[in-house]
Structures are given as structure tokens and as C-alpha cells.
């Protein structure tokens, strides 16, 4: 199975300031790479699929980039509705659909 | 504009089967572009993969999970289904089921928590 390992598990930041946040895959998975959003008491979000594009009508302050092994999601200035839980996820159509064990972003 | 829509028991005894439907609207489940998939999250941790499916009937589980889940789907009802066996107090979370699109969920049904328990 591929494993993906997410960074930081939490991760505490002000209004306006850029994000990251790292994916890393336990062997090459491409581009096969999605991001999503999870809000409290709410299903996950798709912003970002295969590693780098934007799902119609996300921000675009939102944006990921890698191939690989590594990926990496940002924001451009954090807002405060971008307060969630963020996950890496990967299908290299290899089974299973693995995600990463997901980033708390505080404010 | 699709929808999907969760539905089943909320409370499941342990050693019993826990079923849940997804209902899609605003789109066929007969499109040839889509699985359709179920995601699981237990209370405070994070998202478990548990399983597509196509059309067809063709069906990917995940490894640790395979022997005991079932997913079917029924094209005349738009609709597709999950079946776990043998449960456990583990086996408690909240259940998603969403449209596969490409390599990622686009689609996700609000969820439904099913507790495991006496």
C-alpha cells in the first residue's frame, strides 16, 4: 500500500500570512494527488486534483504543486473562513485510495 | 446539480451487519465517468477509504476491509449500497459516500454516524 505522510498534523497562523502544508508518498504516485477541506461536522471539500488544479470554484489563493513523491498545498493569505482540516489524497490506481492523516489549521 | 444522500440504521449491534444506501440525484449513476465510492471517518480521526464502485457492478475494497464489505448498486433506483459485516465498536464513524471523478472525490453526501454498540 502506498502511505502518505502529512505535515505539520497542526498548525497554528494569523490572518494574511502564507500557508504550507507537505504530502509525502511512500513511492512514486505521479501526479496523482488531490487536496481537500474539512470543515467541523461537514464532508471533505476537493480544492486541488492532480497535484496542481484548482477545482472550479475554489479561491485561488488556494494552489498545490509537486510530482512524485513530494507535494506540497498552500494558501496565499489565509483567511478566516480557511480555518479546517486538510488532507492529501492519492490514487496512483493503485489500490487503496489512500489520504494522509490530515492538518488542523487554527487561527 | 448532484447530490448524493446517506441513509441507514445510526445504531448498530456488534457482530451484526451495518447497511447504508446512497441515493444519487441530478445525475445518472449509469454515467461510464464515474465510480462511486464510501469513505468512512471515525469520531476525531481521519478518512478511511472503504471501497468503489462502477455501473457495471465492478468493485475495488480496501484490502484491510475486504472480507467482510459488500457494495452493490442498483441502476433502476439511482442508487448504490454498502454492507459491513461482523462490526465492531471500530467500526463506529461517520460514512460518506462520493463520486469518484478522475482520481478524486468531487461529490460527497453530508454523512451519517453509525455508532456500534449494545
Same mark, same amino acid.
Given at each position: 500500500?502506498?502511505?502518505?505522510?502529512?505535515? #505539520?498534523?497542526?498548525?497554528?497562523?494569523?490572518?494574511?500570512? +502564507?500557508? =504550507?502544508?507537505?504530502?509525502?508518498? !511512500?513511492? %512514486?504516485?505521479?501526479?496523482?494527488?488531490?487536496?481537500?477541506?474539512?470543515? #467541523? /461536522?461537514?464532508?471533505?471539500?476537493?480544492?486541488?486534483?492532480?497535484?496542481? @488544479?484548482?477545482? &472550479?470554484?475554489?479561491?485561488? +489563493? *488556494?494552489?498545490?504543486?509537486?510530482?512524485?513523491? %513530494?507535494?506540497? *498545498? =498552500?494558501?496565499?493569505?489565509?483567511?478566516?473562513?480557511?480555518?479546517?482540516?486538510?488532507?492529501?489524497?492519492? *490514487?496512483?490506481?493503485?489500490?487503496?485510495?489512500? *489520504?494522509? $492523516? /490530515? &492538518? +488542523?489549521?487554527?487561527? | 446539480?448532484? $447530490?448524493? $444522500?446517506?441513509?441507514?440504521?445510526?445504531?448498530?449491534?456488534?457482530?451484526?451487519?451495518?447497511?447504508?444506501?446512497?441515493?444519487?440525484?441530478?445525475?445518472?449513476?449509469?454515467?461510464? !465517468?464515474?465510480?462511486?465510492?464510501?469513505? +468512512? $471517518?471515525? #469520531?476525531?480521526?481521519?478518512?478511511?477509504?472503504?471501497? @468503489?464502485?462502477?455501473?457495471?457492478?465492478?468493485?475495488?475494497? @480496501?484490502? !484491510?476491509?475486504?472480507?467482510?464489505?459488500?457494495?452493490?448498486? %442498483?441502476? !433502476?433506483? @439511482?442508487?448504490?449500497?454498502?454492507?459491513?459485516?461482523?462490526? &465492531?465498536?471500530?467500526?463506529?464513524?461517520?460514512?460518506?459516500?462520493?463520486?469518484?471523478?478522475?482520481?478524486?472525490? %468531487?461529490?460527497?453526501?453530508?454523512?451519517?454516524?453509525?455508532?456500534?454498540?449494545?
Amino acid at each position: 500500500d502506498i502511505q502518505m505522510t502529512q505535515s #505539520p498534523s497542526s498548525l497554528s497562523a494569523s490572518v494574511g500570512d +502564507r500557508v =504550507t502544508i507537505t504530502c509525502q508518498a !511512500s513511492q %512514486d504516485i505521479s501526479n496523482y494527488l488531490n487536496w481537500y477541506q474539512q470543515k #467541523p /461536522g461537514k464532508a471533505p471539500k476537493l480544492l486541488i486534483y492532480d497535484a496542481s @488544479n484548482l477545482e &472550479t470554484g475554489v479561491p485561488s +489563493r *488556494f494552489s498545490g504543486s509537486g510530482s512524485g513523491t %513530494d507535494f506540497t *498545498f =498552500t494558501i496565499s493569505s489565509l483567511q478566516p473562513e480557511d480555518i479546517a482540516t486538510y488532507y492529501c489524497q492519492q *490514487f496512483d490506481h493503485l489500490l487503496p485510495i489512500t *489520504f494522509g $492523516q /490530515g &492538518t +488542523r489549521l487554527e487561527i | 446539480h448532484l $447530490q448524493l $444522500q446517506e441513509s441507514g440504521p445510526g445504531l448498530v449491534k456488534p457482530s451484526e451487519t451495518l447497511s447504508l444506501n446512497c441515493t444519487v440525484s441530478g445525475g445518472s449513476i449509469s454515467s461510464s !465517468s464515474y465510480y462511486w465510492g464510501w469513505i +468512512r $471517518q471515525p #469520531p476525531g480521526k481521519g478518512l478511511e477509504w472503504i471501497g @468503489n464502485i462502477y455501473y457495471s457492478g465492478s468493485t475495488y475494497y @480496501n484490502s !484491510s476491509l475486504k472480507s467482510r464489505v459488500t457494495i452493490s448498486v %442498483d441502476t !433502476s433506483k @439511482n442508487q448504490f449500497s454498502l454492507k459491513l459485516s461482523s462490526v &465492531t465498536a471500530a467500526d463506529t464513524a461517520v460514512y460518506y459516500c462520493a463520486r469518484l471523478h478522475g482520481v478524486g472525490f %468531487d461529490y460527497w453526501g453530508q454523512g451519517t454516524l453509525v455508532t456500534v454498540s449494545s
